[in-house]
């Protein structure tokens, strides 16, 4: 079974267009664990609408915390949750109807890997991703939260809660120095609705033109803190 979970921060209105993505998947073998992150706009409400409106004998689960960021409500979830594999979705992403049957296939064909991912959207902004790649990843973030993970590889302490940005680049960094790696599947599987609390891009050139940029600045600290802690160079 694939546990399925969602932090929400307010984010009700996007997090109903992804339920019903989930709703329409091919493989049913799923339970459903919603996260609210402090919100002040009533995803609850749009959780039990879903809920009476499907007609499935999943499991599903509501949960409630103050706010204590992404990292927090995803781990909230994960010690909640009873499958053996985990997929940590935004609330602003759309599945593809296939995307966990084709995922959850890629990990049972490839038994050496730990974790899954595939290629995406970003609005209109196709990021392909590539193959695993240690190297890589211990340079930059290439690979979204996304990714359908077997469970039993999952880290002990869960998402680190202390990390603001670049989360799942830690998190796969992480699981890189317990020796778990990750597989690509060459298909685009997911979009992300530009506008969230989560889930945030920059085109790439900005970053090289203009370094005196905020957002930028933010960009390259928070990268750093990553860095430093997983002593990259």
């Known amino acids: ?67 204590k960021g992404a990292p927090a409500a995803r781990n909230h979830g994960w010690h909640k949750s009873q499958g053996d594999f985990l997929f940590f979705c935004d609330a602003d992403a759309i599945l593809q109807s296939n995307a966990l049957e084709l995922l959850l296939d890629t990990l049972r064909q490839n038994p050496e890997a730990s974790y899954a991912y595939p290629s995406f959207y970003w609005g209109r902004k196709l990021f392909k991703v590539g193959p695993f790649s240690t190297n890589k990843l211990r340079q930059e973030p290439y690979i979204h939260t996304m990714a359908l993970i077997r469970t039993v590889d999952f880290p002990v302490r869960g998402w680190d809660e202390s990390i603001k940005k670049f989360q799942d680049w830690d998190l796969w960094l992480t ?59």
């Open 1 to 67: 079974m694939i546990s399925i979970i969602i932090p929400v921060y307010k984010q009700a209105q996007k997090l109903a267009h992804t339920l019903e993505s989930i709703a329409k998947q091919t493989l049913n073998d799923w339970e459903l664990i919603v996260v609210d992150d402090g919100s002040s706009d009533n995803p609850e409400k749009v959780f039990t609408d879903f809920v009476s409106k499907t007609k499935s004998e999943n499991r599903f689960i509501f949960l409630r915390q103050e706010n």
């Open 175 to 233: 699981m890189l120095e317990a020796g778990k790696t990750g597989i690509w599947l060459d298909q685009i599987l997911f979009k992300v609705i530009p506008g969230g609390t989560i889930s945030y891009w920059l085109p790439s050139f900005l970053y090289k033109l203009m370094p005196f940029l905020p957002s930028v600045k933010k960009y390259q600290a928070a990268k750093k803190i990553i860095m430093q802690k997983h002593g990259s160079s």
